[in-house]
């Protein structure tokens, strides 16, 4: 009976392998790398570059957040700014077809660093830095142990501070050993288009999902093994790596756009986005009356202003 067991369970391992290949190869295919690969040290990066020459406009970094890509900036935002700025938009390392960094995902320092070198790289020596979700502390990190590596910083439903909340079940199982190991694979191999689309749902509530969003942004590179993995430590390690870095942010002192939806359920305004506009001086506030968490698709004109408003102040234009 054991026998029978093993191999029942060897079959079973086999398979959800096989699948899962299955479905990596089938995401890979069907949104490729759509711009180029940087060498940065021993990690590749992947960059996307958009919008006017180089040399002959302000340098715009976008930096996007849990679970995303180069893609989720490139459906929206980045067209709407694409006359006035040259832009990079970076795969975030681990996810995307960027490197990861190290086994633990990554500390929110550790890709800013990375970045920025990736950023320096392009020839953008002090660019405009946007981050949005997760990826406004990367900003953050930036700004902070890089200041004369940034003109101006602008964050987008960014996450600033120590939150209260427990770690999501979800992250608190994938970003363990035996998580990683046992329940990554079976999500990649098998989780249902419907927990896609509610997932998708979740993120953009109380908007809509935006028409033709999901097809361009291609939610299966991020249930990719080495994806999942990767998003998971970083999330289970964001709550520390904010409660460090928080009280630094006095000593940014470039130009900071903060935006934030007030109907963000999934990052506080009043703790994040209000928690900047007290304690950073050269921080103006705009909360976005009714949006949710992604006002880069839903609110895209007033996160293209705000990105302009961040040039004027630095006296980019």
């Known amino acids: 009976m054991l026998i029978y067991a093993g191999l ?14 299955r479905r990596e190869a089938a995401a890979v295919a069907s949104h490729p790398p759509s711009g180029q690969i940087l060498m940065v040290g021993s990690h590749r990066v992947h960059v996307v570059e958009m919008g ?38 970076f795969d975030r390392p681990g ?5 990861r960094i190290n086994a633990t995902g990554a500390s929110i320092r550790q890709q800013a ?40 910083l602008v964050t987008v439903a960014g996450v600033a501070y120590p939150w209260a909340t427990p770690l999501d079940p979800l992250y608190r199982v994938t ?31 109380p ?6 969003y999901a097809a361009h942004f291609g939610p299966s590179l991020t249930l990719r093994r080495g994806s999942l993995r990767a998003n998971a430590r970083q999330r289970a390690n964001l709550l520390d790596e904010v409660t460090e870095l928080a009280p630094r942010y006095g000593e940014i002192s470039v130009p900071v756009e903060v935006l934030h939806g007030s109907a963000d359920d999934l990052v506080s305004p009043e703790l994040h986005a209000r928690g900047l506009a ?3 001086n050269s921080a103006q506030l705009t909360l976005l009356d009714g949006i949710g968490h992604m006002p880069q698709h839903v609110a895209t004109e007033d ?6 408003r961040a040039a004027l102040r630095a006296q980019l234009r």
Not at 95 to 99: A, E, F, Q
Not at 118 to 143: H, N, T
């Open 8 to 21: 029942a369970l060897t079959a079973a391992a086999a398979l959800t392998v096989w699948q899962a290949g």
């Open 52 to 89: 006017c020459p180089k040399g002959s406009a302000p340098d715009l970094v976008l930096i996007h957040g849990s679970s995303g890509n180069t893609r989720d900036m490139t459906f929206r935002l980045a067209p709407a700014l694409a006359e006035e700025f040259r832009i990079l938009i």
């Open 95 to 99: 996810l995307g077809y960027s490197d």
């Open 113 to 152: 660093a990375l970045l920025q070198q990736a950023a320096a790289q392009m020839g953008a020596d002090r660019p405009i830095v946007l981050g949005q979700s997760y990826g406004g502390a990367v900003a953050l990190a930036w700004a902070v142990d890089r200041p004369e590596s940034v003109s101006a």
């Open 175 to 205: 970003s363990s050993r035996a998580g990683s190991a046992v329940v990554v694979p079976l999500l990649t191999a098998f989780v249902p288009g419907f927990a896609v689309s509610r997932s998708l749902q979740d993120v953009f509530a």
């Open 207 to 212: 908007q809509a999902v935006p028409e033709g």
């Open 278 to 280: 007290r304690n950073v």
């Open 303 to 308: 996160v293209a202003a705000a990105v302009r």
